[in-house]
Nanobody, 116 residues
């Protein structure tokens, strides 16, 4: 079982930056990928924002390419999402997710609000 705790959300003006952190604990050896998803206001669906594998490969949603960067610190069991040039449409609850074949764990979510 893996536990995830997010931090770093908040309110920022358009064009600003925030960094989200996700600290993992528990059976971290079993994790294959770690992701950031977001759920926009009024939407039930969580959309993939960025993913990083144990090998360091990354993928990004088209809407955040060039602005967001996912990275990991294996020594701290922590994944980060650096968000630059934020836009009002980036406003959402951001969820950290860790998983492998057959299972997945979610963090509690971090609110990110971008004002215009």
């Amino acid at each position: 079982q893996v536990q995830l705790v997010e931090s770093g959300g908040g309110l920022v003006q358009a064009g600003g930056s925030l960094r989200l952190s996700c600290a993992a604990s528990g059976s971290i050896f079993s994790i294959n990928v770690m992701d950031w998803y977001r759920q926009a206001p009024g939407k039930q669906q969580r959309d993939l924002v960025a993913r990083i594998t144990t090998g360091g490969s990354t993928i990004y949603a088209d809407s955040v390419k060039g602005r967001f960067t996912i990275s990991r610190d294996n020594a701290k069991n922590t994944v980060y999402l650096q968000m630059n040039s934020l836009k009002p449409e980036d406003t959402a609850v951001y969820f950290c997710h860790a998983g492998a074949s057959g299972w997945g764990s979610w963090g509690q979510g971090a609110q990110v609000t971008v004002s215009s």
